[in-house]
C-alpha cells in the first residue's frame, strides 16, 4: 500500500539485479493517469540511485500493457492546462526512459495503445508475446502522435509508421518485430526477458551505459530541438471541436461524428 491507504498503479521488485515495474491498473487499462505517471518515474528514480540494480523490466498485469492517456480524467479539467500538463509530464517520462543510465526492457503480453506506444519505443529492448496487439489511435479521436513521435519514429520503419499513424488500424507481434516497434516476438516473453537479463549481466554497468547512450544520442538531440514545440502543439489540439467530440464518443463507445461506419474505435 501507498502512504494514502492506496493500491499501487506501479508495482516494485528487484531480483537477481533488475527491477521490475509492474502496470497495475486493470481497472482502467493501465492508462497513464496522474496517479501512475508519477509512481512510474518514482520507481525509475528509485532503480536508477540503486547501485544493485543493473537494469529494469517493465511489465504488467491484465489484458493491456497501456491503453496511452487516461481520457477520464482528460475530460475532467480545463482542456488545454491539463493537456499542457500531461504532455509535459509524458514527455518527461519518455526522456527518462531514453536517458536513464541503465537498460531497461519491456515484457508485453497485452494490448498498447497510443501514449503506451512511446513507452514502448522509448525502452532498449522489447519483448512481445503471442497475445500482444499494438495500435496508434490518436487519429481516431481527433489528435496524433505528437510527442510519443519522439521515441516512435527512430525506431519505426518509414513506411509502417505512415501506414500506422493514419489508420489507426491494429497490429500483432510478428509485424511489430518486422517494423522495428519491439525487439523479439516470442511465444513466451517471460522467458525471453529472463534470457536477454542474463545477457545484460555479462556486460558492466559503465559499459552498458556509454553502450545506451551511443545509442540513444540522436533521440536525445530531438528531445531538445523538438520536445517543446511538440507539446505546444499537442496541448492545442485538446480543446478542439473535433477532440471533444472524438474523446466522448471513446468514452461513450460510440462512433464519432466524422466515422463512416458503426463501431467503436480502438
Known sequence: MTQNGTAPYIRYE???GFATLTFDSPHNRNALSSKLVAELIAGLDRAAADPSVRGIV????GNTFCAGADLS???NADPAVAADERTRVMIGVLRRLVEIPKPVLARIDGNVRAGGMGIVAACDIVVAGPASSFA????????APFMISLTLLPRLDARAASRYYLTG?????????????????ADDPAAEVARLCGELRKGSPQGLAEAKRLVNAAILAEFDTSAEELARRSASFFGTPETQEGMLAFLQRRPPSWAAESGRAE
Open 14 to 16: 528487484v531480483e537477481s
Open 58 to 61: 517493465l511489465a504488467h498485469t
Open 73 to 75: 480524467e482528460a475530460s
Open 136 to 143: 496508434l489511435t490518436e487519429v481516431r479521436i481527433g489528435l
Open 169 to 185: 488500424e491494429k497490429f500483432g507481434p510478428e509485424e511489430a518485430e518486422r517494423i522495428g516497434m519491439v525487439t523479439v516476438a
